[in-house]
């Protein structure tokens, strides 16, 4: 299986490389190793092959850097055909001086770094959240409601009985992942309250009652319904584009344009988001009989349910008050964490930009772009292309189905009209374009298989045969291609005696 996945890497000459790290049950360093091309056969498919896993000795840029070009070597794929590297936002990894990709970039100009897009949406909504303390106090009482019917089957089964989505827990690390935890709360709030008061009825010690009663209070309150439409309009829309982003066939073009959505959402949401947040609100509230805490004066004398209550801060309505320091704290760090940690996703972007906007550009505008990538994709005095000749190909180029295609329809368009000789430097352009990763969601779903296969009962499992059987299992579609016939034969003839007796 390995020879087959390493002739395909090579057969599509440039290919990136996708790392990430995780203990196993041995306490070992285990690095996932994928490999992500542009296959070129009947139809042109972006692949991403599982190479095994290594054992890290050293997390450090230098060990982890040393570790994957050694695998390369062992492989004999040639490193300099590498023109794309996705990592985590980890320093060893990312680190601008000491990081893998910065020791890599060193060997290889070409092999442009890509930060995980989906990390980075998460440190996003964790950048946002950490900035208002209503924020984390929310997400606090959402653990401690789970926390109290999960805690004993009977209290589990009162809230089954109210409720047709149980409340979830969240992870720590993937904030995106919290909206599962907060949909309970946003659409059966009223049973969810119920099923408090009812646990605290049926309680017989009393920190359990002061508890229950307590959160029921506090899901009733005009203040928590507000939260929590907020969380579940922000996340909802973050959740849907963080799981599009973990696609094994996303491209980077394609990428931005989903956070740039998703920044004009956020925009737009800064605008109306709170007072649609508060009739939302009225409406649960409503649904839960909570009386009067939908007028003004009893927000102002409501001190219970606030964060800020010094009388002498400048805004005094609770309602304003909320809004400054919980809805725009939150949203506006959302913006501008935006603009900040995808700052390198859009560089990188922009320098295959050409191969998207060159029906906007003027002659001038377009030989400066192809020039531009030229450079990009120059080591020395070797170039992948050339921009002058790429920028006549551009203006020679047939008509298009559309003006607006992505770096993949372009290129299946070229495959299939069968202009791959006519224009070759368009044509590897594309290619790279598309083998570019932007994410690592690949190497950690085999995390998920590593888990699997090296369980407690194989602790003591050697590292051959677990990167054999993962390699097996992930790539199970070249797994299917092998004969049966062929490794019986080969295991037979290892194992065959020297000598007939």
């Known amino acids: 299986m390995m020879e087959r ?6 057969l599509s000459k440039y290919y990136a490389i996708i790392l990430d790290c995780t203990p196993d049950l041995s306490h070992l360093e285990q690095m996932s190793v994928v490999i992500r091309t542009v296959k070129l056969e009947e139809t042109p498919e972006i692949k991403e092959h599982f190479l095994g896993f290594l054992v890290a000795p050293e997390s450090t840029g230098l060990g982890l850097s040393d570790l994957i070009l050694s695998r390369l070597e062992e492989l004999n794929i040639p490193f300099s055909d590498c023109r794309g ?21 060193v060997k290889n100009p070409r092999a442009l770094y890509v930060p995980c897009g989906a990390h980075t949406l998460n ?17 606090g009482n959402v653990q ?15 809230l089954k009985q109210h409720v047709t989505i149980t409340v979830k827990s969240w992870s720590e690390t993937r904030w995106e992942s919290r909206v599962n935890s907060i949909i309970p709360l946003r659409y059966q709030a009223s049973g969810i309250r119920d099923a408090l008061l009812e646990a ?54 394609v990428a931005v344009n989903l956070l740039e959505s998703t920044k004009s959402h956020l925009l737009s949401y800064r605008n109306d988001g709170f007072a649609a947040a508060q009739a939302s609100a009225k409406d649960a509230c409503e649904e839960m009989h909570v009386e009067t805490v939908l007028k003004e004066k009893r927000l102002r004398s409501t001190k219970t349910h606030f964060t800020y209550e010094a009388p002498d801060e400048p805004v005094r309505d609770a309602l304003k008050r909320l809004e400054t320091t919980f809805f725009n704290v939150v949203v506006d760090s959302a913006i501008a964490s935006l603009d900040d940690r995808f700052e390198t996703l859009g560089q ?67 495959h299939k009209k069968e202009l791959t000789e006519l224009y070759p430097n368009l044509w590897i352009s594309l290619r790279i374009a598309c083998t570019l990763p932007v994410t690592v969601a690949s190497a950690e779903r085999s995390f998920s298989k590593l888990k699997l296969i090296k369980t407690y ?31 019986i034969d080969d295991f037979a003839a290892r194992k065959s005696r020297r000598h007939r007796f």
Request: with cysteine; proline share 2%.
């Open 5 to 10: 996945m390493v002739a395909e890497i090579k």
């Open 85 to 105: 590297q996705s990592y985590d936002n980890g320093a060893n990894m990312k680190g601008k001086n000491k990081g893998v990709q910065a020791r890599l970039l």
């Open 123 to 139: 440190l996003v909504v964790a950048d946002a959240a950490k900035n208002s303390i209503d924020a984390t106090s929310f997400f």
């Open 144 to 158: 401690k409601i789970y926390t109290l019917f999960s805690a004993a089957p009977q209290r589990w089964a009162i």
């Open 200 to 253: 605290r009825e049926k309680a017989t010690d009393a920190i359990t009652k002061i508890e229950a009663q307590s959160l029921a209070e506090e899901v009733g309150s005009f203040r928590f319904q507000i939260c929590t439409v907020v969380w579940h309009d922000v996340l909802s829309k973050i959740n849907t584009v963080s799981k599009l982003l973990q696609s094994s066939t996303m491209q980077l073009d």
């Open 348 to 414: 990188v972007k922009s320098k295959f930009g050409v191969l998207q906007n060159f029906p906007t550009l003027d002659d001038e505008a377009l030989e400066k772009q192809c020039e531009e990538l030229e450079n990009t994709l120059r080591s020395g005095e070797e170039a992948d292309i050339d921009g002058r000749e790429l920028a006549m190909e551009i203006r020679n180029l047939p008509q298009l189905p559309t003006n607006r295609m992505t770096a993949f329809e372009l290129l299946d368009f070229v």
């Open 457 to 487: 009962l194989r602790s003591s499992m050697a590292q051959d045969r677990l990167t054999g059987l993962a390699i097996i299992s992930i790539n199970h579609e070249v797994g299917r291609q092998v004969s049966c016939d062929d490794v």
